[in-house]
Each structure stands twice: as C-alpha cells, then as structure tokens.
C-alpha cells in the first residue's frame, strides 16, 4: 500500500507543472486524497484536497485560482495542475490518503492523513 508522486521540476514564474499521485495495493476510489507541501524551515501545509467518492474539492486561498486537483480512476491516480506559479510555490509537494472512518471526505487536519507519497520538488524561479 503506497503512493508514488512524481511530477515535480523547475519552472519560471509564471509556468505551469503538474504532479501526479499514483496509488498501488489499494483504490483510490473512494478516498480523499490531498496535496501538502513544505517550504524550507516551514511547517507542511496542505494546499488542496479531492474527494474521489462525490468529487468535491477544497483549496487553500493561497493558491485558489491557480491550482486545480483533478483524480483519474482508471489509473488510480490523482493530478495537481499548478498554474501561474510564484516563487513562493517553491517546496516539495506530498500527496497523502485520508483515514477512516471518514476516508471519504477531506480533512484541513495533518494528523487525518495516514498514507504519503515520498514528495516530489517544485521550484520556481523569479
């Protein structure tokens, strides 16, 4: 039971990258799954969440407008599409499944988190 994400590069401000969360020896199907990220000497936030079971999202305001989370069924994997990129973007990206009993929707709670991706790096340039 894991998450692979993958994805992440270096792009100028103003790009775009997309990161990709791929699930194995579970389905996503049912689970929300989110994004956090983690800037050097910050603590992980999480920047936006996707509920596979009625395909509700959440996103912080820091990147409302800018990011979309999207989840693929068929090939167990959820996309964070990152547009209009800033600086202040710059951090390794997590993805991360929630935890019963309530996996199906999402959490703004870290600790609701239970399986995680190994990170992928995005940074952006000025």
Excluded at 39 to 50: F, L, Q, S
Excluded at 54 to 76: E, L, M, P
Excluded at 120 to 126: A, G, I, P, Y
């Amino acid at each position: 039971v894991q998450l692979q994400a993958s994805g992440g590069g270096s792009v100028q401000s103003g790009g775009s990258l997309r990161v990709s969360c791929a699930a194995s020896g579970f389905t996503l199907d049912y689970h929300a799954v989110a994004w956090f990220r983690q800037a050097p000497g910050k603590e992980r936030e999480e920047v936006t969440c996707i509920s596979n079971w009625d395909g509700s999202t959440w996103y912080a305001d820091s990147v409302k407008g800018r990011f979309t989370i999207s989840g693929d069924k068929g090939k167990n994997t959820v996309y964070l599409q990152m547009n209009s990129l800033k600086p202040d973007d710059t951090a390794i990206y997590y993805c991360a499944k929630r935890r019963g009993p309530d996996y199906y929707y999402c959490s703004i709670y870290i600790n609701e988190y239970d399986i995680w991706g190994q990170g992928t790096q995005v940074t952006v340039s000025s």
